[in-house]
């Protein structure tokens, strides 16, 4: 069995991801020194994973908090029942929360640690390959409101980000495919190794033991660390450059097609459809060439993400992008390429070239 690669996120707070098969036993080492008290937060449908916690966690006081599955947890009553629990367990700054589930677990389950007397510590234990990419890592956290997506929540870094590989086993494929959105995401902002390997790798064959997997595991949490290690709360990069916001490529319109379709869309599949966009955006309002824009198409494709939909009217969506964290006043600021690995911010396109786009993803149903 190959070590566990541990990869170093340099933010003030530094702390380190590591990822292997078979490294749930490194959770101990990654919880600050003199944790007395676990809670660990997880949805019902995953809790026959809990089992080697105990062994990992012996000695320890060990409270389970069980949350609804997937995104029916990122609401404000979940984090309230939460808080009711640690209060009931008088849960203090020496103790600490560990999160096991997806990405909406650690979502929630950070933004309990977040606000929990202030902010006590969390590690985040990711189960899905979309999670270990990419939510566990970087601090940020959040629940939806009725509004929208992640309206609220915190920036609350992480104690530690512990990724077994070996959890993927038992993780469908459609879950797989959609963590794969945001893989190939950091190829096209930052790292086009990883669409080189997504482009000349069978895509069945990225199962959790595969050493492909594994190296897209690595690159694209690598490319999170250096982001958020230079603009962890996204207040701007250097030069001009987008900083955090670049991670943010394709997600103003992903989120509006989530909360079009009360969430029934995976966010992997979203961001999948949300990347197409903003590149048909690029080519029409800046200067991105065809070829990358086909290049987006493939990619996701080939993987097995929605490239196109047409599920409502643009009218819908645009009224939901106006709340997106990335817009100023009444200006909507996108992500977008000027070159591969070359994010910069469009502010202000003309609704022209924004209805344009969409007709391109929708078949013309702007
Ligand atoms: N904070 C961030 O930086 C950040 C980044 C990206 C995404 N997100 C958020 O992450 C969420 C999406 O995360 P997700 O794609 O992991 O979805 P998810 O958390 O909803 O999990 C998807 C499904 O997979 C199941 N599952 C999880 N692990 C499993 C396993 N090992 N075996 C079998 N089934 C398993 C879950 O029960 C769930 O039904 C969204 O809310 C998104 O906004 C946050
Ligand atoms: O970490 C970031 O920064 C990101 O933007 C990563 C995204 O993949 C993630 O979905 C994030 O939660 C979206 O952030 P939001 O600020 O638009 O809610
Ligand atoms: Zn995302």
């Known amino acids: 069995m190959t070590a566990p690669t541990v990869l170093h996120v340099a933010t003030a707070s530094p702390y380190d991801v590591v990822v292997g098969h078979g490294v749930l036993d490194r959770l101990r080492g990654l919880l ?171 895509p069945a064959a990225l199962t959790a033991d595969s050493p492909v997997l594994r190296e897209l595991v690595e690159r694209a949490v690598q490319v999170k660390a250096d982001v958020v290690a230079g603009d962890l709360r996204e207040t701007g990069g250097a030069g001009g450059r987008p900083g955090r916001e670049a991670l943010n490529y394709g997600h103003t319109l992903a989120h509006a097609i989530e909360k079009a379709t009360g969430y029934e869309i995976r966010h992997g599949e979203a961001v999948a459809i949300g990347c197409v966009f903003v590149a048909e955006l690029a080519a029409r309002a800046g200067a991105l060439p065809a070829e990358l824009v086909d290049r987006h198409r493939a990619a996701f494709g080939r993987v097995g993400l929605p490239t196109s939909w047409d599920g409502a009217d643009f009218d819908t969506l645009l009224a939901t992008m106006r709340v997106d964290k990335k817009a100023r006043g009444n200006q909507l600021r996108f992500v977008v390429l000027a070159d591969l690995a070359q994010p910069v911010v469009l502010a202000g396109p003309s609704e022209a070239d924004l209805r344009a786009a969409y007709a391109a993803i929708s078949g013309g149903a702007a």
């Open 32 to 202: 600050p020194d003199g944790v007395q008290r676990v809670a660990i937060i997880c949805p019902e449908s995953l809790e026959h994973l809990l089992e080697p916690f105990a062994d990992l966690l012996d000695g320890l006081d060990v409270v389970v908090l069980q949350v609804p599955d997937g995104e029916e947890a990122k609401n404000w009553e979940v984090a309230a029942a939460c808080w009711e629990a640690l209060g009931e367990e008088g849960f203090t700054r020496s103790d600490a929360v560990v999160t096991l589930g997806g990405g909406a677990t650690t979502d929630l389950g950070g933004f309990v640690a977040a606000t929990w007397l202030r902010g006590v510590a969390v590690v985040h234990v990711p189960t899905t390959l979309l999670a270990m990419v990419d939510a566990a890592v970087g601090g940020k956290t959040g629940i939806n409101t009725p509004a929208g997506k992640n309206l609220v929540g915190s920036f609350h870094e992480p104690a530690g980000v512990l990724c077994d590989l070996a959890l993927l086993a038992t993780l469908p494929r459609e879950e797989l495919v959609a963590g794969l959105g945001e893989v190939v995401k950091c190829g096209f902002i930052a790292d086009p190794r990883i669409l080189e390997l997504v482009e000349t790798t069978d």
